[in-house]
């Protein structure tokens, strides 16, 4: 059974940080290319960034480049997404994605940045 299980969000103050972490099992995780996303209300899911099977690669969306790293322990089978600089913008349901022949979705951590 797969499972891509998110943690780390919460309530943060504007200009503060967040780390979260996606942890895989169920697939072998060193075959996936990963990514986050993220979906606010009321609009659609986005495409925050993506890292190759060997951190090699990162891919960034506009919106967060240089405030938020995107990373991967392939020994832990996890991925992480370390946010920096909050803006109440970045408030959405943030999901992580294992992209293969056949994708599959996490269930999603909140993560709210207001004052």
Known sequence: QVQLVES???LVQPGGSL???CAASGITFTNYPMSWYRQAPGKERELVASISI???YTNY???VKGRFTISRDNAK????LQMNSLKPTDTAVYYCKADGTRAYWGQGTQVTVSS
């Open 8 to 10: 780390g969000g919460g």
């Open 19 to 21: 780390t979260l972490s």
């Open 77 to 80: 089978n996890t991925m992480y």
């Open 61 to 63: 969306a506009d919106f």
């Open 54 to 56: 060997t951190n090699a």
